[in-house]
């Protein structure tokens, strides 16, 4: 009896939290954004999608295995990533007779999210990042990030910037058919390594209009959206740019907050309005700007996704004035048990002034867990497998 | 010895709530808007201001007493009506060689409101109608409600409105002086007689920014302000006057909640971000979204002020369907207890589906009264005087 030809890759690809906001598709269909966006790539140390891609003669239909649950793999967006990475491998097989003919086989594609899906923390970016490597990786494609970005963008818009590390930017693209569409890297992880990120995992809560129609309801009726997409957005992206090119944190910090809260203001002219934030949101908004008051200049910057979880960047040298001043109000929720959360000192309580009391009050009921991340690198490949 | 001669008169005057916002001024010191505003006189019944001005040769200097408090009359608010409304009067004393000379006597006001000040009830804009009003009538002038609404207005800008019954508009003006910032009528309450009002009153809660300087942080760090003032709300003034002249109610809702949203929206955008909903707010609008959408039709429209209290408009037909909803919910709260509260039948509560039940509990712990009332007619003169 013959093994089995199976053949597999596997990758990690990471979380990106963007700083200037996707909101709003000009072709659903395509994920064509209305404006441009930029992120920062999250370490895979902590936040990552593991996924293995396999295909074999034998398989008998595609299928996809997501945190040990089948999911419907016929999907329109997933099968647009399946039919573009097949046709590169047939290019492929065109040019090297002696290459197996993998892209008329079954794929049996396996993901596991190391944090949780439902926690709001871009997981179908990691995702559709690395269902696309994993195949990427298995057809061997000599496909540049920036082209896979194009692929992966078809299956979740933001996943098109999950496939590099550091600082990566989507363009929003001008063409109708989305070539131009596509993520570029602004400067990698080792231009500023020192960038960090703790999140605030709200409490679970019944979560407002998923993204997906959110987005497009904000389209549909904001009376303000499009001023954001055509004039706010593309003079930020330039600015956002440079600022991380020039390692200015306070033009990072600046950007991120106002782009983020603009982004919600559009989600609230929505009609009927999507509220993401909610009271804890506002605390620790609060909070962030009481500690950069305190310090008299920014040491932090928050941002939110379509969720009520704050994401807090600082730079490594201000990890004690940040990390350690959010350690003295939830220090007693999981996510400080590593080495490098125990190695934050927390403030003195005693530092809190009125107005903070209030606002911790807040974050203490209303924070389930923090994560303690920075900018890390793009996908890596993995001999690790998961089928 | 003689009596003293002591010249007073008095006045209820009342709040209201706009449903097309103002929001930012072009000229802080003459309190000169960017964008119009309209809004629904509330019944005096329910909630005024009630003042009385008096002056004598004896007082040796003015006075403001609000609500038993001795009040700084000297700022430059109060300072600017006094001067207008006593240049009326020497107009009026220079043609009537008879009439006494108030104009130089020192004033003493005393003002009462029936709600709370601090409940974020417009309270300034009724107490700077009532001591116009008051004075007003104490000097016998003849002007009209729309050139003192001049005089109200340079005192608190919403105060303008509250000179006159039912809807009323507020025209932004294009001069420079103010001269044509004043306030309309664009129908008098027995036009739509029956619109009514349910004040969603939230447990007192530490405010956000005050609305003076509120709205001139918007002004200059939105960065989409200027669309809604300039593009936005002049289309829902004209689309907002038809609505009230036509009595469609299905306009005037989704005009109100669209333009409470889109000012909450500025508010979100501005730097820092001011937020005035919080999480009771949100509850609010989730339940009256509930319950048009059981009625497939607008049978109520919200709208926020600066702070956190709901004002849900709704027509007398549909008392039961809003205002009985809301009394399942929070009918153990204070405010009920009157004639009208009481004939109000409460919905059952098995009527609630699942996302209304996160939504009433938020609102069971959020809102600590609620103030049942509707549209009501202008400034009455009362001879219940307060000194």
Redesign the interface.
Known sequence: MAAEEIHRASTHAPVNIAVIKYWGKRDPKLNLPTNGSISVTLSQDDLRSHTTASCAPSFTGDSLTLNGQAEDISGARTQACLRELRQLRREVEAQDSHAPKLADMKLKIVSENNFPTAAGLASSAAGFAALVRAIAFLYQLPTSPTDLSRIARQGSGSACRSLQGGYVAWNKGEKDDGSDSVAYEVAPASHWPDMRALILVASSD?KDVGSTAGMQQTVASS??FQ??AN??VPKRMHAMEKAIHDRDFEAFA?LS??DS??F???C??????I?YL??TS?AA?RLC?MINSRHDRSVCAYTFDAGPNAVVYYLANDEEAVAGYFKALVGDKPGWEGKRGQAIQAAQKSVLAG?EE?AAKLLQTGISRVILTGVGDGPRRVEEHLC
């Open positions: 019944k009376t303000l001023h954001r004039e706010v600046a907050t106002k809260n603009n919600h203001a559009c609230l002219d929505t009609d009927p309005p509220f909610n009271d506002r908004i700007e107005g209030v």
